[in-house]
């Protein structure tokens, strides 16, 4: 005899080591969509900085002045998004290690 809400089959429940799984899974897809987005903003923001920055006066096309400035301006807005990166990420790491340092000594 068929269910009043679909087929005949009950599925069972998952087990423990599949929700787990499934969390990490949708975690590791938020982090994904976030670091997207931040990547997205990021690149909108160089552009609108070295934007404002690098062409006073927008034209047709781009004097080679212009685009030799652009191309600093946006290695240089990386570089430094890069290093506040690797840094931020180094100190979380260590802030982890300490944390789990403090647990097991508990």
Do not use: H, W
Request: charged share 25%; glycine share 4%; net charge neutral.
């Amino acid at each position: 005899m068929t269910s009043l809400f679909g087929g005949g089959s009950a599925k069972p429940a998952p087990t423990p080591a599949e929700i787990t799984a499934r969390v990490e899974q949708f975690k590791d897809q938020v982090r994904n969509e976030l670091a997207l987005q931040n990547a997205q903003e990021l690149m909108n923001k160089v552009n609108e900085k070295c934007f404002a920055k690098c062409v006073p006066k927008p034209g047709s096309s781009l004097s080679s002045s212009e685009e030799k400035c652009l191309s600093q301006c946006m290695d240089r807005y990386l570089e430094a998004f890069d290093l506040i990166n690797r840094t931020y990420v180094a100190r979380l790491r260590k802030e982890r290690l300490d944390q789990q340092s403090s647990s097991d000594s508990i």
